[in-house]
């Protein structure tokens, strides 16, 4: 048996030799989801990473812990990977549009509010919208190495079109290294409401670097202990 | 944390593989890489890119949740409750560390299913330091300060590096660092500046560490088999000698300020040249202990392996018919 100097590894009685282990079927470690953060009012969102998660709900979760557990964070995006449509990745001083397929006359709809969820649309978006079209939220990769930083929405048909009428909206933005498209509906958002599960995070200055000052310790020993 | 777990078995140049790649796109991918883009995981890239990163990445995704369990088994017993909170927050900061480490290195292919396999049958290699037993609080703070510290030389470096997924995950870990070793530091100092017995336990423990932390960053470069297209691919931003220096030249001096001693009669810099002289460390010994046969080799692996086991039942009741996995984007 396994003997540690923890007592509670003790306790588990863990085999010195165990068998091999089995392999881990597939989805052990659930599927993935792609997580964007606000870390202050008014600014874009920005691609934190990704995390492992069974459904949305439990995605956010993680995404809470994992991305927004340490520093200041006013919302919080989930989205399944799945449903991002990624461009070709291109150069640091090029435009990963310039890479999609040449269309005649793509329609330019940008979709002016921030929030997916506002309802005063114009009689033309509503047209739109009962024709089939819906909103997508578009990202850019202004520099390879660097993070996804939303730009805008549009509305559109389909991802490749999403990808066109973005094109035509905020094409002019150069470099673009890389453009995500995702349908607005597939996100999972944190509300206003939700800000309190921030609150407390500034209040934790154990984990603040700037606590720990030693300084003063040190120079105490060291008047008190000129030998050391 | 993360240390040079075994990258000393790098391939030579005779066998990278590389004349199997396409020529023109290996230009461009090295013409990339010599502008100062980063590479993203749709782009083209060579095998050894791919299979060292992979690699080197999981093994440091590996060292930092092994590397959490030394320290994590003193939360219950930290001196206090604020140092308590600070023990679990940092631990809570590791294993989220090999949360973005991993999703880094399934960007490029391996599942997290397979990696998590592979390191509780002993295929993949961790930071060799964590085989070491901590059986006191002082042994607990050593590793919060200097394999931190030693992480950090490491990882700075690596953020340089030219895989767009692995520098963002590296920015994030070294900016949760901070705390680390500033919380480490903290820790020492109070021991060390304590009552007598404080100060015992902290020079017991630092001289029990110090064999470890002179292997921390992997055999010297003499040692090393060729790594010069590693480096030049910007997979590898310094040498072993180079930052193994590097953190002496940061850590030594801030040890010795407050009188502690370190194991080696031979420690001294040589200012003409710049670099710490040193007894040469028992890479013997380090082998032998990376291979399996060191003191804590078998507790990390069985923890970590009761861990995925039970938990196995949580994971399956929580899947659900849609749950769908795709590579993570970046």
């Known amino acids: 048996m396994i003997h540690s100097h923890d007592p509670r590894m003790n306790r588990l009685g863990l085999p010195d030799a165990p068998a091999a282990p089995a392999a881990k079927a597939a989805l052990d470690q659930f599927g993935t989801y792609e997580v964007f953060h606000q870390k202050k009012e008014g600014a874009p969102y920005v691609y934190v990473g990704p995390v492992h998660a069974p459904e949305a709900d439990v995605a956010f979760l993680f995404a809470k812990e994992q991305y927004s557990r340490r520093f200041a964070c006013t919302g919080l995006w989930v989205v399944p990977t799945a449903a991002v449509t990624v461009t070709d990745y291109v150069g640091d001083q090029d435009s990963a549009y310039d890479t999609l397929p040449l269309l005649p006359n793509s329609p330019a709809a940008a979709v002016g509010a921030a929030d997916s969820r506002a309802t005063d649309h114009t009689a033309e978006e509503e047209a739109a919208y009962a024709a089939g079209e819906e909103d997508y939220d578009i990202f850019h990769l202004k520099k390879r190495g660097k993070a996804h930083q939303h730009v805008g929405k549009v509305r559109a048909s389909s991802p490749a079109d999403a990808l066109q009428v973005a094109k035509a909206v905020f094409g002019e933005q150069r470099p673009v290294a890389n453009v995500w498209a995702v349908r607005s509906a597939d996100f999972l958002r944190s509300s206003d409401e939700d800000r309190d599960i921030w609150a407390t995070t500034p209040e934790k200055k154990y984990r603040d670097a700037i606590s720990y000052k030693v300084q003063d310790r040190i120079e105490k020993f060291k008047a008190e202990n000129p030998q050391a | ?330």
């Open chain 2, 1 to 330: 944390m993360y240390g040079s777990a075994s990258t000393h078995d790098l391939p030579t140049t005779a066998a990278t593989g590389l004349e199997n790649e396409d020529p023109i796109l290996l230009a461009e991918f090295e013409a990339r890489i010599g502008r100062g883009e980063k590479i993203e995981p749709g782009d083209w890239m060579p095998a050894l890119y791919r299979k060292q990163l992979t690699r080197m990445i999981e093994q440091h995704a590996h060292s930092e949740i092994i590397g959490s369990l030394p320290e994590g088994t003193w939360i219950t017993r930290a001196p206090g409750f604020r140092r308590k909170m600070a023990q679990m927050a940092k631990v809570q900061d590791e294993v989220g560390h090999a949360q973005l480490l991993y999703s880094a290195a399934e960007t490029l292919g391996k599942t997290r299913e397979q990696m998590l396999i592979d390191l509780i049958n002993g295929k993949s290699k961790y930071s060799n330091v964590f085989n070491y037993p901590t059986p006191t609080w002082a042994d607990s703070n050593v590793i919060s300060w200097l394999i931190d510290a030693g992480a950090i030389v490491n990882q700075l470096a690596n953020a340089k590096g030219s895989y767009g997924p692995y520098c963002r995950a590296l920015d994030r870990i070294c900016a949760e660092e901070a705390f680390h070793l500033k919380y480490g530091h903290d820790a020492v100092v109070h021991m060390a500046t304590g009552t007598p017995i404080q100060r015992k336990m902290m020079q017991e423990a630092l001289n029990r560490w110090w064999p470890a932390i002179m292997t921390f960053f992997g055999p010297s470069d003499k040692m090393s088999v060729h790594t010069e297209i590693l480096m030049r691919w910007k997979v590898k931003m310094a040498s072993n000698d180079e930052c193994r220096n590097q953190f002496l030249d940061m850590y030594v001096p801030k040890i010795w300020e407050i009188g502690l001693t370190l194991p080696d009669a031979n420690l001294r810099k040589n200012e003409e040249t710049g670099q710490w002289e040193f007894t040469e460390p028992d890479w013997e010994d380090f082998k032998r202990v990376i291979n399996g046969d060191g003191p804590c080799n078998a507790e990390r692996i069985a923890v970590r392996r009761a861990a995925e086991e039970n938990g196995a039942w949580v994971r399956r009741a929580l899947l659900t018919p849609k749950t769908q996995y795709v590579r993570p984007l970046a």
